[in-house]
Nanobody, 128 residues
Framework: QVPLVESGGGMVQPGGSLRLSCVAS????????IAWFRQAPGKEREGVAC????????RYADSMKGRFTISRDNAKNTVYLQMDSLKPEDTAVYYC?????????????????????WGQGTQVTVSS
């Protein structure tokens, strides 16, 4: 499994922006699919965005669509999550996830894949 390291979290005022990074070293990141998840206090983990080479597709949760953008830089073996127009309800620990376990379903959302490799998470706090 590829070790994943997230960075870029912090505290930002409502309406502000952050860009999160997820870096994998020693192997190829997101060969099949890679995703961002988050978990807020008192809530269960939820999918945020993902890129799949199986469908292929890019998916976003409805509440993040239009505000968040997932992208990747293969040369740097890095995936990014650009977050704009942040809201207090975006406060959570954000994780990147890799290595989905087969079988895969072409046409299904990569937010539903069973990922097996997870980073330690980076805290995002949105408050005034």
């Amino acid at each position: 499994q590829v070790p994943l390291v997230e960075s870029g979290g912090g505290m930002v005022q409502p309406g502000g922006s952050l860009r999160l990074s997820c870096v994998a070293s020693g192997s190829t990141l997101g060969r099949y699919a890679i995703a961002w998840f988050r978990q807020a206090p008192g809530k269960e983990r939820e999918g945020v965005a993902c890129i799949s080479r199986i469908d292929p597709s890019t998916r976003y949760a409805d509440s993040m669509k239009g505000r968040f953008t997932i992208s990747r830089d293969n040369a740097k073996n890095t995936v990014y999550l650009q977050m704009d127009s942040l809201k207090p309800e975006d406060t959570a620990v954000y994780y990147c996830a890799d290595d989905p376990r087969p079988p895969f379903r072409a046409g299904s959302s990569c937010l539903q894949y069973a990922y097996t490799s997870w980073g330690q998470g980076t805290q995002v706090t949105v408050s005034s």
